[in-house]
């Protein structure tokens, strides 16, 4: 067996395993009816991105569940790939063009097209390779992209079938639009940003009442030659006898416009009347449309103003032509004020601009199984966790809109529609749709426009599976491996990819079967999202937000999942602290020393399977430590299948820190010490810590894949196998990790019945030890060896401490432990088996001690306070379960025992 090194180097040992997984293709998934499968697609990152902390935490998540199933015999496959991203792929292509002073029209769309192919096979797939530096598991060989042509021709044979099915039409209506990139925007693909700018009081003069007018608020003065009218509340009495009436608009072509009632207006804002332009703003659009009004777009696509804007505006630039329309205000005597003012606005996500509310020809969708989508989360078929997301996305489905799908870019699936040439394109007549096109294209011309990218990331989960070809979904394993079980995303995109895949699925997936075989996944699980200790989202314009890649060359890959994970519970927003990546590097450390130690004690003998180290315990020789240290081990095993059942990842690296690092190292490790020096109980106890470290090496493997897999053969759980060139069937993978009922019983085969109780005394010895630390440390006498301690306690507390004197005199740091009937004057702390005394009282500040012990007074005062009250709720009372109410006056019983002690030492001291 090769030696265990004295220090750990992370880089290396990565490195050389991730290689042998990848030659050994280790990660391969397989078709195998006797295991239940286990499936998991990736959310497809950008293939424009890079590793940022949120894919770390997002992929190490999927990871951890992958190794865990493959552990439990599952048979998994994780499939990777990469979303084309339309717009952010065409703007990084596009930023480049620019740098030698041409742009896309320069190449026309093909050969720009060939440009942005050239772009992602060059650069396209970093996130991928960064990844496999995480450590992912993938079934790499599945790695699929969007744009990919089995891909793309899925994707178009979902358009077709949904225009058939009647669900996608083509219509004017209110968009997201970029000026820049000149296309439809998604809600995701905007960003809300806070912008300081002003708010203008401007007045309307009534028509046939002249020096009468009614005042508006607006941020936008330049729109107001797209005005159409003014809207008031139906209630408001301020309006009541003007509505219905018109007032001249006072700037831009001259025009009178009604005054108009709708309850969408808000009276409480501004002056409770409201401009209505409807081409540039979601809410007068509804307006307009309720009322019957014009609609009149000021802007062009590029966001100059246009003639409509009038001769003073026109050709201007919309901020530019802001300023301009004060201006023209101020001097017609309609601008009453300006007064700073701040409010959020939408910026397009790639261009940084602010996007503008814009009136255009797109196609759109209506949702497909809209009620189905509801009962398949609201029935409990797919699980949301947290569970408090089912509700937003409820909700969502209830006041559901449709779907914009057309984007005007040139990268992306190009629509299936085709036009016949000369004819009138507003007439469907004159469609041809189809995946291939038109028998005649000669005669016909393609649609321009392309499918958003979220039309394609719909349908993930199936169409990396082969479907609707049968023969390549048999090949890719559809029909075991679907539904997928786990779906590992943020909650950001709910709406525009959770949402839309369970509605995909549900419509196209084995029509006429139960709902429950139609569903895309089975859970899904929502991460939170990583903020800087300010609270702020991390991001690469505040500048924030840490490389990974950095901390994995500084902390390791292992540290970086580990640490990630142990600071993220379960939904919930994440304060990045580097030092706890530091600390998952330390527990790394930590494993790696702890399993030296164990090397350099002795040979490990049969290691090969958790029986045949089970045969070698020796249960006659069994003493509290040895049993309470395997109960523990039981109950760790038996908490991680609740944390993997509950998704509690964080509470998972908690509990595996804590035994092995609080149970394991720091107490079963130090007190085995003395039994390694006797010939008759050092082969036991080295066979225990064999089973440990087997055991937590498994549970430790999906979250530390790295070292893990190196200690496995290092440690001889490997077998035979050599250490740097196992053969795959020896990878810790491929182990079985014993359940908590199974490892129980393997140890029962092998003679050995734990005895509960064991742990639960040697519990309340490692209480005493760390108390005894706690008050030596108070009075600044840790590191001292050669401090007496007196114990004040009841006979049946001191013969479970005469028991032990010797180790816990050794564990403590104390020259002797001795038994007391009083003592006065000394500094104490209490334990459940007794009060501990320093006898130093002649070193010690007394008084200090005084203001010490009176602060515990206090805050044991509090807990009492607290307990009394809820046992004198009655609703408690009545509704809690009698073990929950018994273990509450406990509790209570122990609270005021403490107080007495406390109270006791207090009067002590004088």
Not at 148 to 162: I, M, N
Not at 864 to 886: D, H, M, W, Y
Not at 900 to 910: D, I, Q, Y
Request: proline residues 5%; aromatic residues 10%; neutral net charge.
């Amino acid at each position: 067996m090769a030696e265990i090194t004295k220090s750990y180097e992370p880089r290396d040992v990565e490195k050389k395993w991730y290689a042998a997984w990848l030659e050994a293709k280790a990660f391969a998934s397989k078709v195998d009816p006797a295991r239940p499968a286990y499936s998991i697609v990736i959310p497809p990152p950008n293939v424009t991105g890079v590793l940022t902390m949120g894919h770390v935490l997002n992929n190490s998540i999927q990871d951890i569940l992958i190794r865990r199933a493959r552990l439990e015999g599952k048979s998994p496959v994780w499939v990777p790939g990469t979303d084309h991203a339309g717009i952010a792929t065409q703007t990084v292509v596009e930023r480049e063009l620019r740098k030698q002073k041409k742009t896309r029209h320069d190449f026309g769309r093909e050969k720009f097209l060939e440009k942005v192919w050239e772009w992602r096979h060059e650069k396209g797939g970093i996130i991928l390779e960064q990844l496999r530096r995480l450590g992912a598991s993938c079934d790499w060989d599945r790695t699929a992209f969007t744009m990919d042509p089995a891909y793309s021709k899925r994707v178009l044979h979902v358009f077709v079938e949904l225009f058939n099915r009647g669900y996608i039409y083509r219509g004017k209506r209110m968009v997201n639009w970029c000026p820049v990139s000149l296309t439809a925007l998604s809600d995701e693909e905007v960003i809300m940003k806070p912008v300081n700018g002003a708010l203008y009081r401007v007045r309307y003069e009534l028509v046939d009442q002249p020096g009468r007018f009614i005042e508006v608020k607006t941020t936008r003065p330049e729109t107001i030659p797209g005005d159409v009218a003014i809207a008031v509340h139906p209630e408001d009495p301020r309006y009541a006898d003007i509505i219905g009436k018109k007032v001249r608009r006072p700037i831009g072509p001259a025009a009178e416009i009604p005054i108009i009632a709708d309850n969408a207006v808000d009276r409480a804002f501004g002056t409770g009347a409201l401009k209505i332009t409807p081409a540039h703003d979601k809410v007068d659009y509804e307006v307009g449309q309720r009322h019957k009004l014009p609609a009149i777009d000021v802007l062009q696509p590029n966001g100059v103003l246009n003639e409509l804007a009038g001769s003073e505006l026109a050709g201007m630039d919309r901020f530019v032509g802001r300023k301009r329309a004060a201006e023209l205000l101020k001097e017609r005597g309609a601008l009453l004020e300006e007064e700073a003012y701040s409010n959020n606005v939408g910026y397009s996500e790639r261009a940084d601009v602010p996007i503008e509310p814009r009136l255009t020809e797109q196609w759109w969708l209506r949702y497909p199984k809209i009620e189905e989508a509801k009962a398949a989360v609201r029935d409990g078929h797919i699980k949301f966790h947290p569970e408090r997301w089912s509700k937003v996305y409820l909700h969502w489905l209830e006041n559901i809109q449709d779907w914009c799908i057309s984007r005007q870019l040139w990268w992306g699936h190009r629509i299936p529609v085709w036009y016949r040439k000369g004819a009138d394109r507003s007439d469907p007549k004159n469609w041809h749709v189809s995946v291939d096109g038109p028998a005649d294209p000669q005669n016909w011309e393609q649609e321009d426009d392309v499918l958003d990218t979220w039309a394609s990331s719909w349908l993930w989960p199936f169409a990396t599976m082969g479907w609707p070809d049968q023969a390549e979904m048999k090949q890719a394993g559809f029909d075991y491996f679907y539904p997928t079980s786990t779906l590992v995303t943020g909650p950001d995109i709910i709406f525009f990819w959770v949402a839309r895949m369970i509605m995909a699925g549900l419509e196209f997936v084995r029509p006429g079967e139960s709902l429950e075989r139609r569903i895309p996944f089975r859970d899904v699980y929502f991460t939170g999202i990583i903020r800087d200790q300010q609270g702020r989202k991390m991001s690469k314009s505040l500048g924030n937000s840490p490389d990974p890649l950095v901390l994995i060359d500084k902390y390791g890959a292992d540290g970086l999942r580990f640490g990630i994970i142990s600071i993220a519970p379960q939904g919930q927003d994440i304060r990045f602290q580097e030092d706890r990546i530091e600390g998952g590097k330390n527990f790394c450390n930590k494993l790696w020393n702890a399993c030296r130690f164990r090397q350099m004690s002795g040979e490990a003998g049969d290691n090969a399977s958790l029986a045949a180290i089970a045969a070698r315990l020796e249960p006659a020789k069994f003493d509290a430590d040895d049993h309470a240290i395997l109960d523990r081990l039981s109950a760790t095993t038996a908490e991680l299948e609740r944390c993997f059942r509950e998704f509690e990842f964080s509470a998972a690296v908690q509990a595996l820190y804590s035994f092995f690092w609080g149970d394991f190292c720091d107490w079963y490790v130090e007190v085995s010490k003395a039994k390694m020096q006797a010939a008759e109980t050092k082969a036991n106890c080295l066979a225990i810590q064999d089973v440990v470290l087997r055991q937590t090496l498994l549970l430790l493997h999906p979250f530390v894949p790295f070292i893990t897999e190196e200690l496995w053969g290092l440690l001889g759980y490997a077998g035979n196998e050599s250490v740097d060139a196992r053969k795959p069937g020896a990878f810790i993978q491929n182990a079985r990790l014993e359940t908590a009922a199974e490892f129980g019983a393997a140890l029962q085969r092998a003679g050995l019945v734990l005895d509960r109780s064991q742990s639960t005394a040697v519990e309340g010895l490692k209480t005493f030890v760390s108390q005894a630390r706690a008050l030596k440390a108070e009075h600044n006498l840790a590191s001292r060896r050669d401090v007496k301690l007196f114990v004040t306690a009841t006979d049946a507390g001191w013969a479970t401490l005469e028991a032990n004197l010797a180790k816990l005199a050794r564990m403590a740091g104390a020259a002797e432990i001795t038994r007391r009937e009083s003592v006065e004057g000394a500094p104490a702390i209490v334990t459940p088996l007794g009060t501990i005394y320093l006898d130093l009282a002649s070193t010690v500040d007394v008084g200090a001690e005084k203001a010490r012990l009176k602060k515990e007074l206090d805050l044991i005062a509090k807990h009492i306070a607290g307990t009394e009250a809820r046992l004198a709720n009655q609703a408690f009372v009545s509704k809690a379960p009698p073990a929950v109410l018994e273990g509450a006056k406990k509790q209570l019983a122990d609270q005021q025992a403490k107080r007495a002690e406390l109270e006791r030492l207090l009067k002590g001291l004088g």
